[in-house]
């Protein structure tokens, strides 16, 4: 109860937090809204199709999600189906591939429906972190040379993973490789992350309508909601959130193939002492949270200057944190 209560805490005021499945079906059940039809999913791309994706633009998309409860009115995968939908549509405006998603991670809330992988504060992951690291190299042996990880599953310690083990393995491959929760590309649009509240919803809304029911909800507080009250939530709302994360990720799918060494690092030394700062501010005491405690102000720019090159300006903000 104390974990839950904690992290609904935070959630209130700053922001929205497993591995051995993968998911993604030829059919489903609510497609994504996109004037694109180029399929651009791995698992549907004969080998001269992806030879011609690669040549295009040798960046390989990886979605993360799990099965969490996120309230009466969103269906358990909210998660990754989301980090999915956006990654395909990236992948379909500049190219790249999208590789399947996986279900599971670190932790997940005290909630019915839910599958916790690995325990939810702890950043010591067994499961995630050497899951991601043999992917990583199995996606560049196979000759892409850029990776994004998009965790649509963000509790502190899932977030610090991921970020974590892109930053190490960028530099083992000699490659870039990006793992960020998908709404800090989406901070200067108001959307800090939540937890099946209003951003969450409202990208719903917008990429799956038909898994939203907002009638199924009663009177605030909402079970299993931290954030800004769903029922503001509205498509439009969640349209402007998805073309911001969108826009972001198509640019650097685009540009992260073409880094040399140098601009390469500089790209992980920003996001290297970013995650050490999240990995280290509690101090082996405090909430783990505590490095997010002021993001919506302090990385407000973080995506457009990911998106921009900008890097020395996202790592002074770290300083802020």
């Known amino acids: 109860m104390a974990r839950r209560l904690g992290r609904r805490r935070f959630l209130s005021t700053a922001m929205g937090a497993t591995l051995l499945g993968s998911a993604s079906t030829a059919k489903e059940t609510s497609k994504p809204d996109s004037t694109e039809k180029r399929e651009v999913r791995l698992e549907f791309l004969r080998p001269k199709e992806i030879k011609e ?36 549509r990236a992948a379909q405006r500049a190219g790249g591939v999208v590789s399947p998603l996986l279900y599971g991670g670190v932790g997940g809330l005290d909630e019915p429906h839910t599958f916790i992988m690995e325990p939810e504060n702890s950043v010591f992951s067994n499961l995630l972190r050497p899951w991601l690291e043999q992917l990583c190299r199995e996606m560049v042996r196979d000759g892409f040379r850029a990776i994004i990880i998009l965790t649509g599953h963000y509790g502190a310690a899932q977030q610090i993973v991921v970020r ?15 793992g960020t929760p998908e709404y800090m590309l989406a901070i200067d649009v ?22 939203v029911d907002l009638s199924r909800l009663g009177k605030p507080p909402h079970q299993g909601v931290g954030g800004r009250d769903p029922r503001q939530s509205s498509a439009k709302d969640g349209k402007l959130i998805t073309e911001t994360i969108v826009s972001r990720l198509a640019t650097l799918a685009r540009k ?31 909430n783990i949270w505590t490095a997010w405690r002021n993001i919506g102000t302090a990385m407000r720019e973080y995506g457009k200057n990911l998106a921009e090159e900008k890097f020395e300006e996202n790592k002074a903000a770290v300083a802020k944190l």
Request: aromatic fraction near 6%.
């Open 256 to 286: 992260m193939p073409e880094w040399d060494n140098k601009k390469l690092d500089r790209f992980v030394d920003a996001e290297a002492i970013l995650v050490a700062k999240q990995l280290s501010a509690p101090r082996g005491k405090r």
């Open 190 to 211: 108001n959307y800090t992350g939540d937890h099946a509240a209003w951003g969450e919803t409202s990208l719903m809304m917008h990429l799956y309508p038909d898994t």
């Open 53 to 88: 994706a690669q040549a295009a633009c040798p960046t390989l998309f990886q979605p993360l999600g799990t099965i969490e409860w996120h309230g009466v009115h969103n269906v358990v995968g909210v998660d990754a189906v989301k980090a999915h939908a956006l990654c395909i």
């Open 164 to 178: 974590e083990t892109a930053v190490r393995m960028s530099r083992a491959l000699g490659i870039p490789v990006l």
